[in-house]
């Protein structure tokens, strides 16, 4: 990696307050909110923490104005482990920093679909990073872990998030993806997001 590369994660890191997993991990849910100043997150596509971290200054040649990217925290709690079927009309980078892994599930528009563990065991499949396609339908669980009860996570947007590009899964729209993506049915009634 080049040095160049290597000074800019740094100064990221360092602005936006990241901390290992090591360090996160020792820490209660209330601790980690208030280390990174985490705020209640306002819309009911992603109930739970977050704190913006990242917004571009470079403006996204779109027909509405958005950033070029934007990345935040984003903090699934006790009282928030379920975040229900929604679709935005970005690409979107999830990335795992500590806690409780996620379980995503993901339909994709070629009525594909697929689930993955975003968390820190890469030796039982877990991945670290997830690039979810824009017009992807995603929903989310925070995974059951003894050892935590929460888990955070990074989430980039290209281009940027706005409250107007994500819409949630209203119930016509729920029996829709069940009959377009029967074999996640099962898969997704398991998780509480059927």
Sequence with gaps: ???????????????????????????????????????????????????????????????KDRPA????????????????????????????????????MLLYPDGSWKEAVLGPEADKGHVMQEVIPKNTWMGFVKREDPGYDWGLYGVMVVPGWHIDDIRMAEPPELKELMSRYPQAVPRGRELGLF
């Design 1 to 63: 990696m080049k040095m160049w590369m290597l000074v800019i994660f740094a100064v990221a890191c360092v602005s936006s307050g990241c901390a290992t997993p090591k360090d996160l991990r020792r820490l209660t849910k209330q601790q980690v909110i208030d280390a990174l100043r985490l705020q209640p997150m306002s819309d009911e596509a992603c109930p739970g923490y977050f704190r913006m971290t990242y917004e571009s200054k470079t403006r996204a040649a779109l027909t």
């Design 69 to 104: 990217a934007s990345l935040i925290y984003y903090m699934m709690t006790p009282e928030v482990t379920v975040d229900p079927w929604h679709i935005i009309s970005s690409d979107e980078i999830l990335l795992y920093h500590s806690g409780a892994p996620m379980i995503m």
